[in-house]
T-cell receptor, first 115, second 110 residues
Framework: GAGVSQSPSNKVTEKGKDVELRCDPI?????LYWYRQSLGQGLEFLIY????????KSGLPSDRFSAERTGGSVSTLTIQRTQQEDSAVYLC?????????????FGPGTRLLVL | QKEVEQDPGPLSVPEGAIVSLNCTYS??????FMWYRQYSRKGPELLMYTYSSGNKEDGRFTAQVDKSSKYISLFIRDSQPSDSATYLC??????????FGKGTTLSVSS
């Protein structure tokens, strides 16, 4: 079966513009995670969706960042009024039910460059 | 002090060498410990998972957790050029998000 897919694979935008990043999790996975990977900073947790529960937004760095998950499947991460420091690789992961011992399967990421 | 510390390297070894990768952490509530491998321009993939303290072996890979020292290790025996990648430690407490180290870049030369 297909793994986690993300689109676009690369995105170049101008400072101040809004961007939308898409994640298609593995079919049947109820848990979905967004991370940001900046050069030299490792992976940083952003937001977590589990089924119909309210998302855990504790990792979002500012109110310019938001995410939604429609129909318990596809998720979109939106960054409004992008800044140069938003340049990073944005990774999405999914797992079967969100239990701590489950494997999180990562997508290839979207490389965002803000000029 | 960051919750998880990991030396970014780079670490360069010849083929066949034993590789030791390490992370330290500060949060004593962490119970779940993982090692991920990330090839260039790919997403991380889970290599090893350990719950609480102890050792776990899978082929050429051994993961160790020492909760008393807040120290985890990944050993790679008989390293191969295909092991060249960035290795990320990750850990979490029950009910919390996964916290990653910055990753160690490993290069194995043939």
């Amino acid at each position: 079966g297909a793994g986690v897919s993300q689109s676009p694979s690369n995105k170049v935008t101008e400072k101040g513009k809004d961007v939308e990043l898409r994640c298609d999790p593995i079919s049947g996975h109820t848990a979905l995670y967004w991370y940001r990977q900046s050069l030299g900073q490792g992976l940083e947790f952003l937001i977590y969706f589990q089924g119909n529960s309210a998302p855990d937004k504790s990792g979002l760095p500012s109110d310019r960042f938001s995410a939604e998950r429609t129909g318990g499947s596809v998720s979109t991460l939106t960054i409004q009024r992008t800044q140069q420091e938003d340049s990073a690789v944005y990774l999405c992961a999914s797992s079967l039910a969100g239990n701590p011992i489950e494997t999180q399967y990562f997508g290839p990421g979207t490389r965002l460059l803000v000029l | 002090q960051k919750e998880v510390e990991q030396d970014p390297g780079p670490l360069s070894v010849p083929e066949g060498a034993i590789v030791s990768l390490n992370c330290t952490y500060s949060n004593s509530a962490f119970q779940y410990f993982m090692w991920y491998r990330q090839y260039s321009r790919k997403g991380p993939e889970l290599l090893m998972y350990t719950y609480s303290s102890g050792n776990k072996e899978d082929g050429r890979f051994t993961a160790q957790v020492d909760k008393s020292s807040k120290y985890i290790s990944l050993f790679i025996r008989d390293s191969q050029p295909s092991d060249s990648a960035t290795y990320l430690c990750a850990m979490r407490a029950k009910g919390t998000a996964l916290i990653f180290g910055k990753g160690t870049t490993l290069s194995v030369s043939s």
